[in-house]
Nanobody, 115 residues
């Protein structure tokens, strides 16, 4: 599996943005997918996760109620809809999958929220 994240950009505080993680490989629909983010000078942190079929979702407390993770397995894509963005959401956002062959990270997409 290879992952490609996209959709980042510059948005004003209070705005919305949707980032996507597109995967190659036929078995993508078998895996849970997580979004992480890393702000400048900080450790990478968990943001949200979704089970293989979308039946379960998980969120960090800092984004609960503002972010929504979803997936479309027919398109091999996982989305992260981000609403009510805050300057502290500024970070590079990465998607991650744990496969039977090991952990796979996407290359990241930069989200910048201006105040």
């Amino acid at each position: 599996v290879q992952l490609q994240a996209s959709g980042g950009g510059l948005v004003q505080a209070g705005g919305s943005l949707r980032v996507s993680c597109v995967a190659s490989g036929r078995t993508f629909s078998s895996y849970a997918v997580d979004w992480f983010r890393q702000a400048p000078g900080k450790e990478r942190e968990f943001v949200a996760g979704i089970s293989w079929n979308g039946g379960s979702t998980y969120y960090a407390d800092s984004v609960k109620g503002r972010f929504t993770i979803s997936r479309d397995n027919a398109k091999n894509t996982v989305y992260l809809q981000m609403n009510s963005l805050k300057p502290e959401d500024t970070a590079v956002y990465f998607c991650r999958v744990d496969t039977e062959h090991g952990r796979v990270w996407g290359q990241g997409t930069l989200v910048t929220v201006s105040s």
